[in-house]
């Protein structure tokens, strides 16, 4: 099948699936017996208002309409860019989510780059010293981590670096007394919500990368590489590795997810001021708009990452497309 | 001798004990505050200390061992339930019906399980029925997956062939022919859940969206004792979280360990 058209055959899979979690989401959210006024003002406030002015409010949410009439008209403003007003600050929900994004992206952008540069070193070392002690510690380790609640390991690494040493602040983006933006500031409060992020997704993918390695050092090309007396390293980096990272390649398009879960718990441990506290806030608020919009970004987010790493299977094994289609 | 097995069923049995055990082992009751020993470090008198109400972590711990497992294995058979009706039935029926399921399967996907949780969860009351329910409803995808391709590899398989050119019909087909045999694949994917819905159970307790405080459970007693770890009580967050880490650790292994043996030709991947 030619390129262009797997990508918008692809492509256009994706649309039906965010229709569906938009409206999976809406009815979740809507069948729900919590009042959003009383969510939103607290019981003894909303109790406090007239009637006619609690309906009001009720009809300027929309919530006086028919569950499907509400559905089409937020769906109708989301074509247009409007994802409804925010219960608790009366802003453009879509203002309230994008003030948030940036912090998100530099915990998960440093999270990411951290998850691959872990994983690529202990997969690559522990497959090139298996059965080694180096080996079976990085093994155990990743066990251990796989298994750790992501919240726990954020725990611990506070009470020993900001309670007992002292060395890192304990949340937030920058300390309180800061003016004005500075990297280093960033910098030090930046680390262990990262390293979190990091040690709490990147087992899976050591694990992963080892196997794979082993798997291509098996094979006879590696033997004939080695027969030739070519260095250890060359083998290793320059043959071994470039056909390990193949299936590793495509495997990081799909560790979005793992990073979104992640960095809705840490963010919300951290202070960190980012869309995954967002989602936190407003969900225990019931803040409609806001959930909505996140839960059809993050959904956008996903998709996006599954899609491109089909796309980059088709760059990295050519026997796709030619071979018909992936599955 | 499987080593992985053993040993992740050796410490899940002694997990299960304790928790069956609980109040034959405890001296202290999990809730009975007493003030006058507040945040106590670890002693021989509570053997992991006690929080900021007195109460003794270790008895709430143990308790806590009881919801978290119930949790753990409840969401399990649920989701292999859902999971194993929805793949049988997908794979087997192929077309439109499996077409439609298998949508399902892919919206559910397109949100991170965790996200999809808080988002439910938030909306309607935390609870432990709820949490399972939201649990179950969010995890059955992956059983479903694997039961599907197993199915559909195996209904093209000669025995069933054969059983459908004698005029078997298709309740007879799937209940005799093909559940018998995705059973096995559909337990390696029933103790993963176990793991899964353990640690989810905690995150979410943790964030106040779980089992709701006066039933201890491990993810919410790290909830309440949070704060104290800024003034320098480790204790109260420590062990439970040592408890989820090793539980999840062994149910994995077990995992592992019922893989390699119920599917020798099929290691593959080891992750």
């Known amino acids: 099948m030619d390129l262009g058209r797997y990508i918008f055959k692809r492509g256009s899979q994706l649309l039906p699936l965010l229709f569906g979690i938009s409206i999976l989401a809406f009815l979740l959210i809507h069948l729900s017996p919590v009042d959003p006024v009383e969510a939103c003002l607290g019981k003894e406030e909303a109790s406090l208002l007239a009637p006619e002015d609690l309906a009001g409010l009720r009809a300027s949410w929309g919530l006086d309409r028919p569950l499907y009439g509400q559905y089409f008209i937020w769906l109708a403003h989301v074509f247009q860019g409007d994802f409804g007003i925010s219960h608790l600050s009366g802003r453009p929900a879509l203002a309230v989510i994008a003030e948030r994004i940036p912090a998100t992206l530099v915990l998960m952008g440093t999270g990411y780059l951290l998850v691959v540069v872990l994983s690529i070193y202990l997969g690559v070392t522990s497959a090139k010293r298996q059965d080694t002690f180096f080996d079976h510690t990085c093994t155990a380790l990743s066990f251990i981590f796989y298994s750790t609640p992501n919240f726990w390991l954020a725990l611990i690494l506070v009470y020993l670096f900001s309670v007992k040493l002292g060395l890192l602040p304990v949340c937030g983006m920058a300390s309180p007394k800061a003016l004005t933006f500075s990297l280093p500031e960033l910098g030090r409060h930046l680390i262990l919500p990262a390293a979190v992020l990091a040690l709490s997704t990147s087992p899976w993918y050591i694990r992963f990368l080892r196997a794979s390695m082993l798997e291509v050092l098996a094979l006879d090309y590696i033997l004939l590489a080695r027969a030739k007396g070519l260095p250890e390293k060359m083998i290793i980096f320059k043959h071994a590795l470039r056909n390990a990272l193949l299936p590793f390649l495509t495997l990081l398009g799909l560790a979005f997810p793992h990073l979104i879960g992640g960095a809705v718990v840490i963010e919300t441990i951290f202070a960190w001021p980012g869309v995954g506290r967002l989602l936190v806030e407003s969900a225990l608020r019931a803040d409609y708009p806001v959930v909505m919009g996140l839960t059809f970004l993050f959904s956008v987010f996903v998709l996006l990452g599954n899609f491109l790493a089909d796309i980059a299977y088709l760059f990295v094994d050519p026997r796709i497309r030619y071979g018909g289609e992936a599955d | ?271």
């Open chain 2, 1 to 271: 001798m499987n080593k992985k097995l053993y040993a992740g069923a050796c410490f899940l049995f002694l997990v299960v004990f304790l928790a069956v055990l609980a109040p034959y082992l405890c001296t202290y009751h999990p809730v009975d505050t007493s003030l006058g020993d507040a945040g106590l470090p670890p002693s021989r008198e509570h053997l992991f200390g006690t929080d900021d109400l007195g109460r003794d972590v270790f008895s709430r711990c143990v308790y806590g061992a009881r919801v978290s497992l119930a949790v753990g294995f409840a969401v399990a058979l649920l989701t292999t339930v859902i999971g194993v009706v929805v793949g049988l039935v997908g794979g087997y029926s192929g077309g439109l019906i499996d077409n439609v399921l298998m949508r399902v399967v892919d919206t559910l996907n397109s949100l991170p399980n965790i996200i999809l949780s808080i988002v439910i969860l938030a909306f309607f009351k935390p609870g432990i029925f709820n949490v399972l329910a939201v649990l179950a409803l969010t995890g059955w995808t992956a059983t479903a997956r694997v039961v599907r391709s197993e199915t559909l590899s195996l209904k093209t398989r000669e025995f069933v062939l054969a059983a459908r050119a004698l005029g078997a019909p298709d309740a007879y087909l799937i209940f005799f022919h093909l559940l018998p045999n995705v059973l096995a694949p559909a337990l390696v994917a029933a103790t993963f859940s176990v793991a899964h819905a353990i640690l989810a159970e905690a995150t979410l307790s943790f964030l106040g969206l779980g089992i709701p405080p006066h039933e201890p459970s491990w993810g919410n007693i790290m909830m309440e004792e949070m704060d104290d770890l800024l003034v320098g009580v480790w204790w109260t967050v420590f062990f439970p979280g040592v408890l989820v880490i090793s539980t999840v650790l062994a149910v994995n292994f077990l995992g592992e360990g019922l893989k390699d043996a119920l599917e020798p030709g099929r290691g593959g991947k080891n992750v």
